[in-house]
C-alpha cells in the first residue's frame, strides 16, 4: 500500500513557475514508477510525466516537453515535478500517481493516486 501527499500547487503568473511535491510513505517507494497527471475544468485527466522507479527513465506529454522536469529522491519517498514558463493553459489539479514495474502513460494502469494540488496560472 503506499499513500500520496500532493503539495506545491499555487497560483502563479504566466511565465512564472512552481515545483510540485509528492510525498510517498511505504517502505517500497523505490519500486514504484510514478507519474504526474492533470486535470482542467471540463476536460479528462491527462498524463503529464512520469518516471521510472530508479529515475533512470522519464517521459512527457508534448506539451510539457521542455518546460516541465520530473524527478525523484527515493531516499526522501519524494517525486518532484518542477514546470517552468507556465502558461495559463496549465491551470489544472495535479495529481501523482504510483504503480510498481514499468513506466506507462495510462491512467488507469497505475495504482494509488494523491488527492490533488490546484496549479492556477493568470494570463
Known amino acids: 500500500q503506499v499513500q500520496l501527499v500532493e503539495s506545491g500547487g499555487g497560483l502563479v503568473q504566466a511565465g512564472g513557475s512552481l515545483r510540485l511535491s509528492c510525498a510517498a510513505s511505504?517502505?517500497?517507494?523505490?519500486?514504484?514508477?510514478m507519474g504526474w497527471f492533470r486535470q482542467a475544468p471540463g476536460k479528462e485527466r491527462e498524463f503529464v510525466a512520469g518516471?521510472?522507479?530508479?529515475?533512470?527513465?522519464?517521459y512527457y506529454a508534448d506539451s510539457v516537453k521542455g518546460r516541465f522536469t520530473i524527478s525523484r529522491d527515493n531516499a526522501k519517498n519524494t517525486v518532484y515535478l518542477q514546470m517552468v514558463s507556465l502558461k495559463p493553459e496549465d491551470t489544472a489539479v495535479y495529481y501523482c500517481a504510483a504503480r510498481q514495474k514499468i513506466l506507462v502513460t495510462g491512467e488507469h494502469l497505475y495504482d494509488y493516486w494523491g488527492q490533488g494540488t490546484q496549479v492556477t496560472v493568470s494570463s
Open positions: 511505504g517502505r517500497t517507494f523505490s519500486s514504484y514508477a
Open positions: 518516471i521510472s522507479w530508479n529515475g533512470g527513465s522519464t
